[in-house]
Nanobody, 125 residues
Framework: QVQVVESGGGLVQPGGSLRLSCAAS????????MGWYRQAPGKQRELVAS???????NYADSVEGRFTVSRDNAKNTMYLQMTSLRPEDTAVYYC???????????????????WGQGTQVTVSS
C-alpha cells in the first residue's frame, strides 16, 4: 500500500537547474532516511544525496555544493534542488525511502526500503 513517486525530471541545458520531488504515501507510521540515487547507462546505481528524519544530509562528492536535498515531514515529501547541472548528471534519478509501515497491535516493527519508478534527467545542449 505504500507508494513512492518521483517527479520533476526533464531536459535542461548545461548550467541549468531542476527541482525533483519524491512523495511517499499510504499506510506509513514513520519515514526514516530518504535518499536520491541515480543510474546512468553502463554505470551502477549511486547515491546522490540522503537526508535523515532529523534533517542531517549527505552528498556524493560529485554533487556537493551544487545539489541540495530537503524534506517536508508533514507532507512525506523529499526534494532535490539541482543547480549548475552538467552533462554527466544525466541519469535516471530514483527516490528511496526507509519506511516503517503501520502495524496492528504488537506485531513486530519492520523497516522496508521503498523505491520510486525513477525520473529521467537529461543535461544536454
Amino acid at each position: 500500500q505504500v507508494q513512492v513517486v518521483e517527479s520533476g525530471g526533464g531536459l535542461v541545458q548545461p548550467g541549468g537547474s531542476l527541482r525533483l520531488s519524491c512523495a511517499a504515501s499510504g499506510s506509513i507510521d514513520r519515514i526514516n532516511t530518504m535518499g536520491w540515487y541515480r543510474q546512468a547507462p553502463g554505470k551502477q546505481r549511486e547515491l546522490v544525496a540522503s537526508i535523515t528524519s532529523g534533517g542531517n544530509t549527505n552528498y556524493a562528492d560529485s554533487v556537493e555544493g551544487r545539489f541540495t536535498v530537503s524534506r517536508d515531514n508533514a507532507k512525506n515529501t523529499m526534494y532535490l534542488q539541482m543547480t549548475s547541472l552538467r552533462p554527466e548528471d544525466t541519469a535516471v534519478y530514483y527516490c528511496n525511502a526507509d519506511i516503517q509501515p503501520l502495524k496492528m497491535g504488537f506485531a513486530p516493527v519492520v523497516v522496508l526500503r521503498y523505491w520510486g519508478q525513477g525520473t529521467q534527467v537529461t543535461v544536454s545542449s
